[in-house]
């Protein structure tokens, strides 16, 4: 009798811990499973017009410090420096927006239609630095550029968005320049705004943050169709 008592518990005991062997590798697939849909899913420019605005901001910048490191002149090093800190910032807007951070892409002038020209009254421009060829924009070469007349359209078939610059509203470019007043209307909205160009870029004309808020659609970075002039 004595035997058979210490068999059966040695027998509840494997049983028990047979049990809790099972039950623990059930509680770690089901942790395993949670932490999986925890996980944020990242998103491409392909896939969100938000992610590709930020992209092609991304893009925009670091062409523009592609052209100063191949044409430097003496203002060349403090560009970078401010221009590698706006990259920080969108890279930062990236990871709040879900996008891959540090996702690129150039802004592509000539896949773009030409706008037609809305009924709306004219407005002011920025101005930009135009020492900098190096980061100019080849896709509107044909726009004429700073030589363009006051209240004639530029910058055909470009795309704006944002180059993550605060202060009051302004805008950059690589043709026009420093002082130079820009309107640029978002026919999607038909929301403009009128800046002057106050530094270079990668593109024909980049809005900072405050300019850009005010033309934006809500939840976007990028305008697809845009409509810019030359006013002064």
Do not use: H, W, Y
């Not at 003496?74 to 951070?101: D, H, L, P, Y």
């Not at 690129?104 to 930009?128: I, V």
């Not at 976007?220 to 810019?228: D, Q, T, V």
């Amino acid at each position: 009798m004595s035997r058979r008592r210490t068999l059966g518990t040695k027998k509840k005991l494997a049983l028990l811990v047979s049990a809790a062997t099972v039950a623990g590798g059930g509680a770690f697939v089901m942790a395993s499973t949670s932490n999986a849909s925890q996980t944020p899913t990242v998103k491409s420019a392909a896939e969100s017009t938000v992610c590709q605005g930020l992209a092609t901001a991304l893009g925009n910048n670091e062409r523009f410090i592609e052209g100063q490191r191949a044409n430097p002149d003496a203002q060349s090093e403090a560009r970078i420096a401010n221009r590698e800190a706006v990259i920080a910032q969108i890279k930062v807007q990236q990871e709040a927006s879900g996008c891959g951070v540090g996702e690129s892409a150039q802004d592509s002038q000539a896949s773009q239609p030409a706008p037609s020209a809305p009924a709306g009254g004219a407005g002011d421009a920025g101005a930009g630095d135009a020492g900098n060829a190096g980061a100019g924009d080849a896709g509107n070469a044909g726009d004429g550029g700073g030589a363009a007349a006051s209240g004639q359209q530029v910058c055909n078939g470009s795309t704006v968005t944002l180059s993550g610059e605060g202060g009051a509203p302004a805008a950059s470019s690589s043709q026009f320049p420093a002082g130079t007043k820009l309107k640029v209307t978002n026919l999607d909205n038909d929301k403009s705004t009128t800046v002057e160009v106050t530094s270079v870029s990668g593109s024909c004309a980049l809005l900072n943050n405050a300019a850009f808020e005010q033309v934006r659609e809500p939840g976007k970075f990028l305008i697809r169709r845009a409509l810019i002039e030359k006013v002064g």
